[in-house]
């Protein structure tokens, strides 16, 4: 992985406005989902059970709890994806930002000099690198994205900010590699909420990686191509010509349903068409949706916990003709156990079909069919969500979904505190002033 390393690190780079601006949107959302994550009741009781045997100085965010370094990243990890919110980056097939902002906040309370241009300069470099091996890797089908290619990106974020040279993350992502999880797709449509622990056990290989390097462990020579293109993948090509400039960071997505991101486009066109023309539930006999292979998979009708719902087309689409509501308070609510929505649900079908194949992931789109019970058709193609690339959200946009998803655990004085940090991130003298910030409340 040398080579790939010193393509990255020999190149000129400088940041631009465009670069800071989406990097500083990047950070405030991913601790808002940090925050969130953590205060679920599942991940508190985790929290108290490695509190009670991982002894430490490492500080969590949202928590008063203080574990070791390896639990620290662990429990971040988990906490990230908890509650999917998380932005993502549709050019990598995953989520390069919970993979390294938990190891540049990490880094921050290790070094109480690491000032805030620096983490940013560091945030678009290893985004940079993280993206580009989803870009460069095909895992197979079976496989979720979380925890794969991931881990090599948190690994050579965790290296950036240590200042490694370029050969030392040559060997770190090699090392890396050795801890890629083995994932499974599946467990995210049936709701095993195993499937959020994938970046945890990125993010603790990934220091581990680091300290293994450090004393002197190699990993054998292509041990990278070999784990990703023979035991999790098909193919890995190191050859693919790196992009022209550091702008990955600038072509994510951000997520203003608390579904997984599959789900947004289905379920923004079957708004739409609802509002359009006023339907009603009594009016609609079928509705089928037709998209591309991946998000086809999230068909089941009947959802029997919060993470099969998440991944749930028809829960997403018959909960919200119900609440009105896509943000995280439908799954406090359990409603997914709501007699109405699964009624609804049940007349709404997934369909592959090719065509919507061919554009993917630059357009992640969906045709919505609803038959309705007088025999009339309506229907309409949306390409992409609300979020994405041609329709990212703006900063105040996202200061507003902060603000909202985090309105139940800090207050809103805590909450501005945490905004204006993060706003002038460039003034801010040490990044570790970060978790004060947020554990003040």
């Known amino acids: 992985m040398r080579s790939i390393a010193e393509k990255m690190m020999n190149r000129s780079f400088q940041l631009t406005e465009e670069n800071t601006i989406a990097a500083k949107k990047v950070l405030l959302d991913t601790i808002g989902t940090l925050i969130m994550g953590m205060n679920e009741k599942e991940q508190r009781r985790l929290v108290q059970q490695f509190a009670s045997i991982s002894v430490g100085d490492f500080a969590l965010i949202a928590s008063d709890k203080k574990v070791n370094k390896l639990s620290a990243a662990f429990l971040m990890g988990v906490a990230s994806v908890a509650v999917e919110l998380d932005e993502g980056n549709q050019w990598s097939k995953g989520h390069p930002a919970v993979h390294v902002v938990p190891m540049l906040l990490l880094h921050a309370q290790e070094d109480p000099h690491y000032a805030g241009k620096d983490f940013l300069m560091d945030l678009v470099k290893s985004y940079e690198f993280c993206t580009h091996f989803g870009k460069i890797t095909t895992l197979k089908p079976s496989l979720h994205a979380h925890g794969t290619w991931g881990v090599l990106g ?59 390097l450090q004393a002197g462990f190699e990993a054998p020579n292509g041990n990278t191509t070999y784990i990703f293109s023979q035991l999790l993948g098909s193919s890995m090509d190191v050859e693919k010509p790196l992009e022209t400039s550091f702008d990955a960071i600038e072509k994510n997505y951000f997520k203003q349903h608390a579904f997984c991101r599959y789900v947004h486009v289905p379920l923004e066109n079957f708004q739409s068409l609802i509002e359009k023309y006023h339907i009603c539930i009594s009016d609609i006999a079928h509705v089928n949706i037709s998209t591309y292979q991946r998000a086809s998979t999230l068909n089941k009708q009947i959802t029997e916990n919060i993470l099969s719902s998440k991944f749930s087309i028809p829960f997403a689409l ?48 969906a045709k919505v069919s609803i038959l309705m019970t007088n025999g009339t058709i309506v229907e309409q193609t949306l390409l992409n969500a609300v979020g994405g690339p041609n329709s990212t959200l703006n900063m105040q946009e996202l200061v507003n979904k902060f603000t909202k998803n985090s309105q139940n655990i800090l207050t809103k004085e805590g909450a501005s505190r945490i905004i204006s940090f993060i706003e002038q991130i460039e003034e801010q003298p040490s990044m570790k002033r970060i978790y004060d910030l947020i554990n003040d409340k």
């Open 318 to 365: 018959a909960s919200w003709y119900h609440l009105h509501r896509t943000d995280h308070t439908v799954f406090q609510e359990q409603a997914y156990l709501d007699e109405t929505i699964r009624a609804l649900a049940t007349k709404i079908n997934v369909v592959h079909d090719p065509i919507f194949d061919v554009n993917y992931p630059t357009e992640m789109a």
């Open 154 to 212: 948190a690994a050579v974020a965790y290296g950036i900010a240590k200042r490694a040279t370029t050969e030392e993350l040559g060997k770190l992502i090699d090392i890396a590699a050795t801890f890629a999880t083995p994932t499974k797709w599946e467990a995210a449509l049936e709701g095993s909420s195993i499937r959020n622990v994938y970046v945890a056990e990125a993010l603790e290989g990934a220091v581990k990686a680091w300290h293994l």
